[in-house]
Structure formats: structure tokens, C-alpha cells
């Protein structure tokens, strides 16, 4: 529903009895802007005709996010939430159709509190994975934390989709390492895991963000990190793979620390404390897709990927391997299904600048060409590399219809789908945190 300007006023006064008025940016506060395009990775979803909030919100402590969403229900003005802005869709923070909502931007909210001797972290939502890296490996240097390679992504979104990275064969996802977490649900109480239940517990870690509650914070498992030196890696590539003839000079000793600043700048020389940095630039859209890959692509067919990218400019594909740890968990352990038998995550990528938001053509080209070589039935998908193409939902009598999430919502969660969808039914039967992919509640009446 689009609530009259009247109550959009409501919603602001209600605001600004509970919340410190420096930290609730409207249209007509100088800062708006640049508050709104703090985290803003995409120039695509900034534009004259983007939806923007009625207001941001920056939340201090836990009892400014109760208040946000306490007012939002009184007022019936929804909000979505946002830590790092890095949603491919942009739907932590604009609209795909013209809605009035609220961002509660996490982005204060972003302590890394480490206990070295229990080897866990509780972490804030609105920490950067960087943030998350460094504060762990300076409290710890013989801790790591297994989560995705861009350093500005945010804890809580990524948490919130699963978390894929380099670690990922030997300790699984972000989410098979989260032991507890806080979370404000749809009436604005504050939960921990015990409070919220198995239910809940279980559909925030993997679930997809936006739909079950405000994550604040989480509580992560660390393990030591062993991968070896150069004399053990050269031994073992001469004898798995001679073919290669790789030697000690392609090799490189670093921390793990190092190596997430390596990995995502590759250059050396660039320092740890570039983690620390959250500034994001508007200079290149985006848009991206994903599969999962069961049977191991024939080279003839490789043969055929590639002139995609000779024909179609700027673009890449990620292949992200799976198996080990990851493939090692039930598919329904947590929300993210991809487990038992899938080869590698292939994420596409199209890169362009200008000012068209249009994405090139080749990239739904490429992804209709893939059809036949990669998982079926339904076709898998990353809800961390959110894609609207793949489906939106409806609203049917003010709430979302659950066939219709059914079209995206198996493609990103197979067989779990269901479940989350009863989850979110015993959680938010009203369907208060909603955007174009959120899990629409599944509730029999009797
Ligand atoms: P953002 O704030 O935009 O939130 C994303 C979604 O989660 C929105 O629906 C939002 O409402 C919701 N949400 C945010 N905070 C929440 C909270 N506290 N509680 C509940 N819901 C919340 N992924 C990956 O697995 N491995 C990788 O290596 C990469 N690499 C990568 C690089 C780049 C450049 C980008 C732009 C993205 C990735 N990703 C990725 C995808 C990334 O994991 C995904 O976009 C995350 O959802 C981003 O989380 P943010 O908090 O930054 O996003």
C-alpha cells in the first residue's frame, strides 16, 4: 500500500520522538544525499527516476532500529534495511515500482568485538567484510573468517544470502560459521537465537535479507587457517599437475590477512589498511547473473562460452568452486540449497559506464545459451547475486503471493523455499518487510 502523505508525516513525527534527530535524513537535509549514496555501488540505481526513500535512518543502538520498525507499523510506512548497499538490485535502498519506505542504514552499527580464547566474534551488521578481516586477524593473527572477496560488502546482507569466498572448500559458507545473532523482527522486539527460535534461526542464515527482520549482529566462529607454504604447494602441483611447470617463482607467501587485499586488488604492495577503507565509487554499472554447474562443461563447449566475450565487451564470469566443506552440508542444514553435487557457482558479470542503465545484451544472451549445460529443474540461483530477472513478486489483497515468489524463490532456495516461507508466515504473517524478492509468508488458515 502507499501510505498518504499524512501518515508519511505520522511516521516522521513518530521518528523524531524516539530517534536523535541527527540521525534521520529527509529529502530537504543537506546531507540526504550524500547519506544516500554512501553505500551505493551501482550508478544504475541513482538516477532522477530512481524510487528513493522518504527518509534514512542511522541507527546508533538497537532501540533506534526497534523504533524505526515500531513506527513503520503504527504508520504503515515499510522500511528496508541496509549494511553494506552492495544488493545487485539495489533493493536495500530504492524501489522497483513507486512505494514510500524508509532505509535504516546499519552503517554506525559496525563493531567487531573479538574473544581470542573461545576463537569466535560478535560482529555488527553494519561492519564491512574488510572491517570484519582486519579486526579479526589484528586481534588474532592466526584467526580468519571464511566470507566473500570484496572488502565493502556488508556483513549483514552477505550473512543474511550465505557468504561465498576463497575459504569456502574448507570451512563452508559465512553462515555454516554463525553461532547466534540478534535480530529486531516485524513488531520491533529485540531476539536472540534462543528467543527467535529454530525456525527463524535457521532462515536468516542463508534465507536472503530483507525478508525475516533487522540482523543487528552475529556471532562467528573462527578457525585457524593452514594452506601452506611454497615448497609444499610447488610438491604438490609437480606431482597433480606437471603440465602446469609452475615453480617457486609463481608463488607468494603471505598472511591471510594479505591475502584478502591481494585477491581482490591484485597488487602486492597494496596495504592490510585498505580493508578499512568503505568508500565506493559510481563509476561503472553493473549487472549480474548466476548458475550452478552439476556436469563438468565439455571443452567443445567451452569453445563456444568464450567468443561471448570477444563479441560483447566488458563482462567476466566467476567460476566459485564448491565440493569440500561446502558440499559436505545437508541442502537443507541451512536456507542455501546448493550443496551435494554441484561442481562451481558461475556468477556473470557485465560492466559498462556511460549513462545508459540499460545492461547489454550479451549477458541474457549468454545466460539463454547456458541453459543446456548447467543445473535444471529448477535452474539454481545465488540470492546473494540477486537478479530480478529471474522473477518479482505480486501482492495479492496487501500481502505477497506465495506461487509467485515460488518462480524466483526455488531458483535461489530449491527444496527450502517452503520452509522459509512458512517461517516467514509465523514471523511476519503481514508481510511488513517486503521488496520485490522477499519471501512471502505461507500461512494455512483454518
Ligand atoms: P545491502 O545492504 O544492499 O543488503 C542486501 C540485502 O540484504 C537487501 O535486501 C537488504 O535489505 C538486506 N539486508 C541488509 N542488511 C540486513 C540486515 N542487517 N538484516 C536483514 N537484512 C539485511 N557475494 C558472495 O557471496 N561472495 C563474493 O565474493 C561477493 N562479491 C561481491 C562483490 C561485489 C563488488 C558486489 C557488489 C557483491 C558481491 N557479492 C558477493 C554479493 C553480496 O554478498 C550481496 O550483494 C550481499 O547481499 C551484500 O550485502 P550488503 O549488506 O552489502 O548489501
Same mark, same amino acid.
Given at each position: 500500500s502507499v501510505p498518504s502523505l499524512a501518515a508519511s508525516g505520522e511516521f516522521l513525527q513518530c521518528l523524531s520522538g524516539n530517534i536523535p534527530s541527527q540521525? /534521520?535524513?529527509t529529502p530537504s537535509s543537506p546531507s540526504f544525499t550524500s547519506v544516500?549514496?554512501?553505500s551505493i555501488r551501482n550508478p544504475k540505481f541513482f538516477t532522477p527516476t530512481t524510487v528513493r526513500p522518504l527518509c534514512i535512518v542511522t541507527p546508533t543502538n538497537a532501540t533506534h532500529v526497534q523504533a524505526a520498525v515500531l513506527c513503520g507499523r503504527r504508520h504503515d510506512v515499510r522500511v528496508r534495511v541496509r549494511s553494506g548497499g552492495h544488493d545487485y538490485e539495489g533493493l536495500s535502498y530504492r524501489s522497483e515500482r513507486p512505494e514510500t519506505?524508509? /532505509?535504516v542504514d546499519l552503517a554506525n552499527l559496525r563493531a567487531v568485538r573479538v574473544n581470542r580464547r573461545a576463537a569466535t566474534a560478535w560482529v555488527d551488521s553494519g561492519a564491512t567484510l574488510g572491517e570484519l578481516y582486519y579486526t579479526v586477524a589484528k586481534a588474532a593473527p592466526g584467526l580468519a573468517?571464511?566470507?566473500g572477496v570484496c572488502p565493502t560488502i556488508g556483513v549483514g546482507g552477505h550473512f543474511s544470502g550465505g557468504g561465498m569466498g576463497m575459504m569456502m572448500r574448507k570451512y563452508g559458507f559465512s553462515v555454516d560459521n554463525v553461532l547466534d545473532a540478534t535480530l529486531v523482527d516485524a513488531t520491533g522486539r529485540l531476539l536472540d537465537k534462543k528467543a527467535m527460535g529454530r525456525d527463524l534461526f535457521w532462515a536468516i542464515r542463508g534465507g536472503g535479507g530483507g525478508s525475516f527482520g533487522i540482523v543487528l549482529s552475529w556471532k562467528a566462529l573462527f578457525q585457524s587457517l593452514y594452506l601452506g607454504n611454497c615448497s609444499d604447494l610447488v610438491r604438490t602441483m609437480s606431482s597433480q599437475f606437471p603440465e602446469l611447470g609452475m615453480t617457486r617463482a609463481d608463488c607468494r607467501e603471505m598472511s591471510w590477512l594479505q591475502s584478502t587485499v591481494y585477491i581482490n586488488s591484485g597488487d602486492a604492495n597494496t596495504t592490510v589498511e585498505t580493508l578499512l577503507n568503505r568508500t565506493t565509487s559510481l563509476n561503472t554499472f553493473t549487472k549480474n547473473k548466476s548458475d550452478?554447474?552439476?556436469q563438468a562443461i565439455t571443452e567443445a563447449s567451452w569453445e563456444k562460452i568464450f567468443p561471448w566475450f570477444n563479441n560483447a565487451g566488458a563482462g567476466i564470469i566467476i567460476l566459485e568452486p564448491h565440493g569440500g566443506r561446502v558440499g559436505s552440508i545437508a541442502d537443507a542444514e541451512t536456507p542455501y540449497p546448493h550443496r551435494s553435487g554441484v561442481l562451481y557457482n558461475i556468477q556473470y558479470v557485465a560492466f559498462w559506464t556511460g549513462n545508459g542503465t540499460d545492461s547489454p545484451n550479451w549477458i541474457r544472451g549468454l545466460y539463454d545459451f547456458m541453459e543446456p549445460l548447467v543445473s535444471k529443474t529448477p535452474r539454481g540461483a545465488y540470492v546473494n547475486y540477486r537478479d530480478l530477472d529471474i522473477g518479482e513478486n505480486t501482492v495479492i489483497g496487501g500481502v505477497t503471493s506465495y506461487e509467485t515468489?515460488?518462480?524466483w524463490g526455488e531458483q535461489?532456495?530449491?527444496g527450502n523455499f517452503k520452509r522459509l516461507a512458512i517461517t516467514k508466515g509465523k514471523v511476519d504473517a503481514d508481510d511488513y518487510f517486503r521488496n520485490e524478492q522477499s519471501v512471502p509468508p505461507l500461512v494455512w488458515r483454518m
Open positions: 540521525l /534521520v535524513f544516500l549514496v554512501s519506505f524508509a /532505509v573468517f571464511p566470507a550452478y554447474v552439476k515468489g515460488k518462480v535461489y532456495f530449491g
